[in-house]
T-cell receptor, first 112, second 120 residues
Framework: QKEVEQDPGPLSVPEGAIVSLNCTYS??????FMWYRQYSRKGPELLMY????GNKEDGRFTAQVDKSSKYISLFIRDSQPSDSATYLC????????????FGAGTRLAVHP | KAGVTQTPRYLIKTRGQQVTLSCSPI?????VSWYQQTPGQGLQFLFE???????NKGNFPGRFSGRQFSNSRSEMNVSTLELGDSALYLC???????????????????FGEGSRLTVL
């Protein structure tokens, strides 16, 4: 079993839809949770960064972390064609360790 | 503020050769990490450097090595290339908080565009 599980999709939604992306994990030591967006043939771009449990909102994006369930989510409101990309969840123990464990990535397509 | 810069962006090598990839972190970032991305395995951690010292290492063979310079720039080297080494190699930098007993990562990693290596 992988430490971080993420449905690879693909996920196809119409423009304007609310998108929900999720990851589950098994290591309770993870304290930092991130979502990255990666366009084709580009490096991952940090979208959301959360420490421990709770919600964080940034524009159309909301990240949620539920450490008790070992479950994290990313919501995208009013999705746009420009949101079409692969979304990767990542997490780490933090402290002196900067090793990120990534999910497989979910490929999202937003069609007009 | 310039982002993480990686060179070269693309390169083609043959089996048995070696390759060196370079990474310049964001100004002020002192921790540099390297990741390998392949369609089959996804993103996998290679190693992390801080203060010119390797702090963490992933589960890769000894053919993969790296180093960090005093200006925080980093290089990674892969020797005796194999076909399976074909991948996107990503460098990431992050801020650190230096504490009396060591250093603490903020957890935010910023990635470069990567170096795409093809081994024939």
């Amino acid at each position: 079993q992988k430490e971080v599980e993420q449905d690879p999709g693909p996920l196809s939604v119409p423009e304007g839809a609310i998108v929900s992306l999720n990851c589950t994990y098994s290591n309770s030591a993870f304290q930092y949770f991130m979502w990255y967006r990666q366009y084709s043939r580009k490096g991952p771009e940090l979208l959301m960064y959360t420490y421990s449990s709770g919600n964080k909102e940034d524009g159309r994006f909301t990240a949620q972390v539920d450490k008790s369930s070992k479950y994290i989510s990313l919501f995208i409101r009013d999705s746009q064609p420009s949101d079409s990309a692969t979304y990767l969840c990542a997490m780490s123990r933090g402290g002196g360790y900067n090793k990120l464990i990534f999910g497989a990535g979910t490929r999202l397509a937003v069609h007009p | 503020k310039a982002g993480v810069t990686q060179t070269p962006r693309y390169l083609i090598k043959t089996r048995g050769q070696q390759v060196t990839l370079s990474c310049s972190p964001i100004s002020g970032h002192r921790s540099v990490s390297w990741y390998q991305q392949t369609p089959g395995q996804g993103l996998q951690f290679l190693f992390e450097y801080f203060s010119e010292t390797q702090r963490n290492k992933g589960n890769f063979p000894g053919r993969f090595s790296g180093r960090q310079f005093s200006n925080s720039r980093s290089e990674m080297n892969v020797s005796t290339l194999e076909l399976g080494d074909s991948a996107l190699y990503l460098c990431a930098s992050s801020l650190v908080v230096v504490v009396p007993w060591d250093y603490l990562n903020t957890g935010e990693l910023f990635f470069g565009e990567g170096s795409r290596l093809t081994v024939l």
